[in-house]
């Protein structure tokens, strides 16, 4: 199983940037994906979360109504939309699969995992 994350840049805030998650060796039909984001020096913490093939998603608060989680089963890609960046956004960002709902994000978070990718990494500045 791999997953290869993709789109980190540079940006300023306000900006908006599309992050990629592209898996193989197994399917976006039997796994839910992920995003989390580890500031410089802080936590990683989930970010959003979706499972394609009944379309429930979990998207925390810190960036509800700024950040979309989408995806494609038949291109084995989620896509994170980040809208109205913000420095706090700040971090790598990485994606990962579980089988599992999105409802136990919160309070399981990254425990629930499978597989990881490398991470993609995202600036935001003034």
């Known amino acids: 199983a791999q997953l290869v994350e993709s789109g980190g840049g540079s940006v300023q805030a306000g900006g908006s940037l599309r992050l990629s998650c592209t898996v193989s060796?197994?399917?976006?039909?039997?796994?839910?994906i992920t995003w989390f984001r580890q500031a410089p020096g802080k936590e990683r913490q989930a970010v959003s979360c979706?499972?394609?093939?009944?379309?429930?998603?979990y998207t925390s608060d810190s960036v509800k109504g700024r950040f979309t989680i989408s995806g494609d089963i038949a291109k084995n890609t989620v896509w994170l939309q980040m809208s109205t960046l913000k420095v706090e956004d700040t971090g790598v960002y990485y994606c990962?699969?579980?089988?599992?709902?999105?409802?136990?994000?919160?309070?399981?978070?990254?425990?629930?995992?499978?597989?990881w990718g490398k991470g993609t990494a995202v600036s935001v500045s003034t």
């Open positions: 990962a699969a579980m089988v599992g709902f999105c409802t136990s994000i919160p309070v399981e978070g990254e425990r629930l995992m499978d597989y």
């Open positions: 060796g197994f399917s976006l039909n039997d796994y839910a």
């Open positions: 979706v499972r394609l093939i009944d379309e429930s998603t």
